[in-house]
């Protein structure tokens, strides 16, 4: 009887854990619903008051519309996240490495340095980063790149990511074993040689976890975009914030260009998910 009731408590908990599961996708899944819905609507039913219906009519008008007024928009992000994320993983990949692996004197100070960035909010520095733009125009006669082009606001970007890819690369570090490190030395490896051929190899989850992170960030980057960049450069985002109408608001359009702009990040994390919870969490008792 003990056996039976015992199964009988583990059968009931999983029925309950399995109905908290179930009642979770379909939170998360309701907002996806009116999105997909609604985005195939044409605009005279596409109203706040039909959002739970299905479409009477199934018409991809939305969608060319969105495709239409996004394009330039999304093509303008992808050379914003691209290499920005490339960037930022380069760079905070070598930081991460020369601070856990090839100490030097004040080393910890710089590192707390480097993570007082992670708290400075951007509207802190928006005045003084446009300044920086203009000057840098200014200075290198090249107007319109700086400020009012992507280069500026992948510039800002990878500064101020640099922090948090340092501290996930750092942590990641950490937990691989310094006699490999020692062991390059004896074979005659430099620092550089030891970070190509011993660290680089085994950094995957490190860069999958930056990779998302920046890439992400960037993408639904909207305060520098209006800041920095000019019309013919603004980003997803900025694009589909003007998506609206003179007289009635597209709601169609505007679910259509929604999910359009949301399907790179979503790539994003299923190519590379798998790795994100395993370096996100790597160092995190030793770091």
């Given at each position: 009887m003990t056996a039976v009731?015992?199964?009988?408590?583990t059968g009931?908990?999983?029925v309950v854990r399995f109905?908290?599961?179930l009642a979770l996708v379909v939170v998360v899944l309701v907002p996806i619903y009116v999105l997909l819905a609604t985005s195939f609507k044409p605009l005279t039913e596409a109203d706040p008051g039909q959002a739970w219906n299905l479409p009477r009519t199934w018409t991809t008008e939305a969608w060319r519309v969105a495709w239409e007024k996004l394009a330039p928009?999304?093509?303008n992000s992808v050379l914003l996240a691209v290499p920005g994320s490339l960037l930022s993983c380069a760079f905070g990949s070598m930081n991460g490495y020369v601070l856990s692996k090839w100490r030097f004197p004040g080393a910890d100070v710089l590192f707390t340095l480097f993570l007082f960035g992670m708290f400075i909010?951007?509207?802190?520095v928006m005045i003084p980063l446009v300044k920086l733009m203009v000057w840098l125009n200014e200075q290198t006669g090249l107007q319109g790149v700086f400020y009012g082009g992507i280069p500026g606001l992948v510039l800002a970007h990878v500064v101020y990511g640099i922090p948090i890819c340092t501290l996930i690369f750092r942590n990641y570090y950490v937990t691989i074993p310094d006699e490999l490190i020692e062991a390059s030395r004896v074979d005659g490896a430099g620092m550089l040689r030891a970070y190509w051929s011993v660290v680089l190899p085994v950094s995957w989850p490190a860069?999958?976890?930056v990779i998302i992170w920046q890439f992400t960030s960037l993408w639904n980057?909207?305060?520098f975009a209006v800041f920095i960049?000019?019309?013919?450069?603004?980003p997803t985002t900025v694009m589909l914030n003007n998506i609206a109408g003179a007289q009635a608001t597209p709601y169609s359009q505007q679910m259509a260009a929604a999910v359009l702009a949301s399907i790179p990040t979503m790539l994003i994390y299923v190519l590379l998910g798998r790795f994100f919870m395993r370096g996100l969490m790597a160092g995190a008792l030793k770091g």
């Open positions: 009731a015992a199964r009988r408590r009931f908990g999983r109905c908290l599961l928009g999304l093509w909010p951007y509207q802190g860069i999958a976890v980057d909207f305060l960049t000019g019309p013919q450069s603004w």
